[in-house]
């Protein structure tokens, strides 16, 4: 039984219900694809995680963010 987790920003970033229905098809397909596993089995999580819980290079993402021009 696989198990996928993917992990995104939450808050204004999060994906839209549909574009997590694509990503949990689309990984399912991959896997049974590439690894010929049986997707009735496989099992995919989307966790969303808050900006602020989230660090890159010592600063968390809501801070990189607000130093990026246009965002």
């Known amino acids: 039984m696989p198990y996928v987790n993917i992990k ?3 808050g204004t970033e999060a994906p839209t219900p549909e574009q997590k229905a694509e990503l949990i098809a689309g990984v399912t397909d991959l896997l049974a694809t590439v690894l010929g596993k049986n997707p009735a089995t496989t099992v995919v999580v989307i966790d969303e995680v808050p900006m602020d819980n989230w ?3 010592g600063e968390s993402v809501t801070v990189r963010r ?4 246009g965002k």
């Open 55 to 57: 660090g890159i290079g």
């Open 66 to 69: 607000q130093q990026q021009p």
């Open 8 to 10: 995104v920003t939450g």
